[in-house]
């Protein structure tokens, strides 16, 4: 804790006086107690609790050292939200997130945990949606209009024709959309040469992208150790999340096809889809993000419900010299209401 007015703390040296010119006044009372000649009334009149006769004057005191601390205007660590802060949240779309290893779906689970984050995350907060299988698609750009983000969210739905997984791609298009909403500009996504510095070395853009995905990339023009390039040049942190199981699998009728680039005959054929925490930690890594592996649907929205209480905040001090005030008005009432109750009174 810190203070705007530290020399008001100098107050909290008057205390000590109050104190002994509280006691000075118990003595003076108890002398005069003594010089009393009616026995019967001066023991209706005297409390019989000690610690009763001295909790309100010690609330009081408490009370008054309070406000002495607020009126220095102390000031704790806290997030604060940043200004412009956005926060793109990138959905990964493919057939595998059928599966129902992380029920009801992982498309579920996944839209379930991003409503999580939403009622998290700061009013103030822009925050954008993109969906993508074989490629990125925006769902929603970035807003304050939480409401919005919610309606774009229930209406994407699983990529039909399952055409694999382009997180590169998917990676660059949230840098480009982040980067557009903060009045940033530069050369288009889908470029190797998109990795160029657009920021001096250690410094952060006020834009966080987070990515959820479920498979291991099987489509796209970049890979995603490019697009993650391409988010740390633009000093975006990209916060990963790896959803699914190990054993994951699909189950499919097919009269003959593909899924994600691989061939496939006629039949009934089960498929593994397992996510890849690998390459998603490596992109959380190197752009500074965190990483996190879901494997259930209840650790999904508690690590979105953490990243919707953080992302777009900033480490900053918040004064509380409110709280101070009304613990003290509290206090104060505290000792005025006992010592009410408890004083003597006179038959």
């Not at 009126?71 to 793109?88: D, N, Y």
Request: glycine share 10%.
């Amino acid at each position: 804790m810190s203070f705007g007015q530290p020399l008001f703390l100098l107050t909290l040296v008057a205390l000590p006086a109050v104190v002994g010119l509280y006691a000075l006044a118990e003595r003076r009372r108890m002398r005069y107690a003594v010089k009393f000649t009616n026995l019967d009334v001066l023991a209706s009149v005297l409390p019989r609790r000690t610690w009763r006769r001295l909790l309100a004057p010690a609330i009081f005191l408490l009370a008054v050292a309070t406000l002495c601390v607020g009126m220095a205007r102390p000031r704790v660590s806290t997030l604060v939200v940043r200004q412009e802060a956005t926060v793109i949240l990138v959905v990964d779309v493919s057939g595998s997130m059928q599966a129902t290893d992380v029920k009801p779906t992982r498309l579920g689970a996944a839209q379930q945990a991003i409503r999580t984050f939403l009622d998290h995350a700061p009013k103030q907060l822009r925050i954008g949606l993109i969906a993508f299988a074989r490629e990125p698609a925006v769902a929603a750009p970035p807003t304050t209009d939480h409401d919005l983000v919610r309606q774009s969210l229930d209406s994407i739905d699983l990529f039909e024709g399952f055409g694999g997984t382009a997180i590169g791609d998917a990676l660059a298009a949230a840098v480009d959309l982040g980067r557009s909403a903060v009045g940033e500009s530069g050369p288009a996504s889908g470029s190797k040469a998109q990795t160029i510095a657009y920021r001096p070395r250690g410094a952060q853009s006020p834009v966080s992208i987070l990515f959820l995905s479920d498979g291991a990339q099987t489509r796209g023009t970049l890979q995603p150790s490019e697009g993650a390039a391409i988010a740390k040049a633009a000093g975006i942190p990209v916060y990963t999340v790896a959803l699914g199981t190990p054993h994951g699998t699909l189950t499919f009728d097919f009269q003959g096809g593909q899924f994600g680039g691989g061939q496939f005959g006629g039949g009934r054929q089960t498929i593994p889809v397992p996510p890849d925490p690998a390459t998603l930690r490596m992109i959380a890594q190197t752009t500074g993000g965190k990483f996190v592996e879901a494997r259930t649907a209840k650790s999904l929205d508690a690590a979105y419900a953490r990243l919707g209480s953080r992302l777009g905040r900033r480490p900053g001090r918040s004064e509380v010299t409110h709280d101070f005030v009304l613990a003290a008005a509290g206090l104060l009432l505290a000792a005025g209401v006992l010592s009410a109750l408890w004083s003597p009174r006179l038959p």
